[in-house]
Structures are given as structure tokens and as C-alpha cells.
């Protein structure tokens, strides 16, 4: 996705059928196909290509539907829903027959996922805190044995399943988003379905392979609520490639986690992976440095590229205008051209970012300066603003950690 590409976008269609609000659409997997659900409780299915509707499914459904599939290896003829009423449904869309149809949950039906090498299978997820698997070769009910993933037993009674996807590349890991900051990943091999048992007691291990957050929101949660903010991952998917995964958090911003967060604990910068946060033991928010001293002024990085120089000089001056959002937008621009890191360009733009104040730019900030000073352990103004990015994140103790570290590398800064 490039400036150029955002630019080139238009409207080419508007489909128009639905009496209800859309909440969801799916193409097909040759993208020639596209089916939608709406609060009038159908499905339409439409041909994305030329804007015409081919086929209007009326639903068992009594509450609006919230997630449509197209079910894999049904040669485009069965799609699966699931709606507020608590009910998971799959359809027919040649001949508007209901092959399944259960009050699966009980909570509200938020998404469903597939896999494409998993015919005949469904995933649901629902607001009483179930990830459940649907086969159509298995009789359904609410008493099957087929809970995945119990959040109510890990993350507490009030947990909620709001959006679950199937990593493309490896079916096996099923991520899942719920009323909380942290994208869950299970590894389905590792969990055998179970019946839903009110009075199980509660596993003290989540079965969750992975978690991921950004690095300032663990601990927050109460703060956000206060605001009428409540973190919330709305929606999560994979690439194609199963190497990235984006998430819209509710009540801040939409992550995109890539794949040296996704299979990496050991990158030298890496707070995006936790080791699980349902266990309440989240690892301390520390910094670290090489130790060698090289100040900015004696580095022995290259100059930059004509081309990227005078990006960073347009951000400087846009810096110097009090447009931050500009300048944030142009030293992007000059670390894509450059291919790679470079401390000045990092370190630059982490000022631009502490003084835009976006959510999430102070974070974003200590990213950069982390990646300055990784690059030059002597760039002082970047141990500088890690400081103040500690500071503001309320991080006091590494905070003080920072600027001892600093007084000791540069003590003829030491009133700075």
C-alpha cells in the first residue's frame, strides 16, 4: 500500500439490496464473488466484478448478522453466518436451503474463520468467551464437544470473543481478538475441543502460543474504560502469507504485527510479544544499549542519499512549521526510500512523534529511539527523549534507569 496507490482509489460501485446496515462482506477466493450480511438478517451474493446481485438468501437468523464465510471446498455454494441471536448457520446460496443451523453460544456471534484446507469446518467466536469448531459432518448443539478456547477460564468471567482468523500459511494457529488489548494465538494442535462445563475450574495455562499487544497498553485497560474508551480488538486478520497480522484495537489504534513480532522473542527490539498476559506476569519495560560510545557528531554512518537528505530536510523544516503530522508523514517517507534504519532519521522522527501526541506516538517515539541508539550507542539525543518517552509512558524506574545510564556515558551532558 503506497501514497500513490491511496490516490488512485475510487468509487466504482455502490451495491444496493440490503434494507439493513452491512456489517459484513467476504469475497470469494478467486475474488469474483461477493457475499454480505446485513441487520435485515440476509445474505446477498453479489458479482463483485460487474455490481450484480445473484442470489438474496433469507436466514433463520433473529438478530443482526455480524459475519459471513464462504465455506471451503463447497465449490462457492455454502456460505456460514453468525448473528447476534447467538446462532451460527451455514446455507446454501444456489437453492437459499438451510443445512445448519444452532444457538451455538451464549453471547453474541461476532466472527467466524475458515481454513481452506479444512472443508466442511467453521470457526466461531462469541461474546461468552468460546472459540468453537463446527464440522458438517458432526451432528451440532450447544452440547458438543467442540470448545477450542475458553477465555471466561483465563482472562476471567467478563472475557469476550470478539474476532478470530486462521493464519493462512500454517491452519494450525487460530488468532483471536477479544474485549481487552492482546491478540491470543493457539496452536489448535495443542488443545483437544472439549464440552462446555460451567463448573470446570479453570486451567492455570491459557494453551496460547503467542500474545501480542503494543508495549504502553498492558495495565491501562481501567484508564481507557474511565475515558469511555474501552480497548477492544475489533478485528483482526493475516496476510496472504500468514507473516503479518493487522488489528484494529477499539479505542486506539490499528496494529499491524509482522513477522519478526509474530516468531521472534529475541530481536533486539521486540515489546510487541509478551510471554501471557492471562497469568498477570507482563515483563518489565527496559531498554538496552551496547554500551560503546561513538557520539552523533563522530558516527561513521554514511551521508544519506541525495534523495532522502532532502526528505529529511522538508520534514526538518515542516518540524520547525509545528506541523508534526507533515513531518512524521516525510521522515516515513525518507526511512522507506533508505531501505534502511538510520539513527538520525529514527531519532528525528521521535521528536516529530513526542510532540504530535497521537495514542500510541509516545510508544511509537521509544520504538524509534530505541532503534537510534541500537544503530549509535552515542546518540545523545536520543537517549535523551527515550528518557522523556519513559517518563511520559509512566515507566518512572526505567526512566531512571535511562538517565543514570545517560550521566554515565555523557557526563559532561549531565545537567542537560
Not at 482472562?155 to 500459511?169: L, Q, T
Not at 557520539?295 to 523544516?317: C, I
Request: charged residues 25%; neutral net charge; proline residues 5%.
Amino acid at each position: 500500500m503506497t501514497p500513490d496507490l491511496v490516490k488512485r482509489l475510487g468509487l466504482v460501485k455502490e451495491l444496493e439490496g440490503h434494507t439493513g446496515c452491512v456489517n459484513c462482506i467476504q469475497w470469494n477466493s478467486n475474488g469474483r464473488l461477493l457475499a454480505s450480511g446485513s441487520d435485515d438478517k440476509t445474505v446477498i451474493v453479489w458479482d463483485g466484478l460487474v455490481g450484480r446481485r445473484m442470489a438474496r438468501v433469507e436466514t433463520p437468523h433473529e438478530g443482526n448478522i455480524f459475519s459471513v464465510v464462504w465455506m471451503p471446498g463447497a465449490d462457492d455454494q455454502l456460505v456460514g453466518t453468525g448473528a447476534g441471536d447467538c446462532r451460527v448457520c451455514v446455507l446454501n446460496v444456489e437453492t437459499g436451503a438451510t443445512l445448519k443451523s444452532v444457538i451455538g453460544h451464549q453471547g453474541r456471534v461476532k466472527r467466524l474463520t475458515t481454513a481452506p484446507d479444512s472443508p466442511g469446518v467453521v470457526w466461531s467466536g462469541g461474546e461468552d468467551g468460546l472459540v468453537r469448531q463446527w464440522d458438517l459432518r458432526e451432528r451440532w448443539s450447544m452440547d458438543s464437544s467442540n470448545v477450542l478456547v475458553n477465555l471466561t477460564h483465563h482472562a476471567g468471567r467478563g472475557a469476550e470473543v470478539k474476532c478470530v482468523s486462521i493464519c493462512p500459511s500454517r491452519s494450525e494457529l487460530i488468532a483471536v481478538g477479544a474485549n481487552d488489548p492482546f491478540v491470543r494465538v493457539f496452536d489448535r494442535r495443542m488443545i483437544t475441543c472439549s464440552r462446555l462445563d460451567p463448573s470446570a475450574i479453570p486451567d492455570t495455562e491459557c494453551g496460547a502460543v503467542a500474545y501480542f499487544v503494543p508495549g504502553h497498553l498492558p495495565g491501562v485497560e481501567a484508564a481507557f474504560h474511565r475515558k469511555l474508551r474501552p480497548l477492544t480488538s475489533t478485528y483482526i486478520t493475516y496476510n496472504k502469507d500468514g507473516t503479518e497480522l493487522l488489528c484494529n484495537l477499539g479505542g486506539e489504534q490499528i496494529y499491524l504485527y509482522d513477522k519478526f513480532a509474530m516468531y521472534s522473542t529475541s530481536a533486539p527490539i521486540n515489546l510487541a510479544v509478551i510471554q501471557n498476559c492471562d497469568k498477570k506476569q507482563l515483563p518489565a519495560n527496559g531498554f538496552s544499549n551496547n554500551g560503546r560510545k561513538n557520539g552523533q557528531s563522530r558516527t561513521a554512518f554514511k551521508n544519506l542519499p541525495s534523495d532522502v537528505e532532502a526528505l529529511k530536510l522538508e520534514a526538518n523544516s515542516e518540524f520547525e512549521a509545528q506541523d508534526y503530522s507533515k513531518a512524521v508523514y516525510l521522515y516515513n517517507q525518507a526511512i522507506s526510500h533508505h531501505a534502511t534504519p538510520h539513527p538520525i532519521l529514527c531519532g528525528n522522527r521521535a521528536a516529530a512523534l513526542m510532540k504530535r501526541k497521537w495514542d500510541g506516538d509516545i510508544y511509537a517515539a521509544f520504538r524509534d529511539c530505541l532503534s537510534a541508539l541500537f544503530l549509535d550507542p552515542g546518540h545523545i539525543k536520543a537517549h535523551l527523549r527515550l528518557a522523556q518517552c519513559l517518563t511520559e509512558l509512566d515507566w518512572l524506574p526505567e526512566a531512571t534507569k535511562c538517565l543514570d545510564n545517560f550521566k554515565l556515558k555523557h557526563p559532561e551532558h549531565k545537567k542537560s
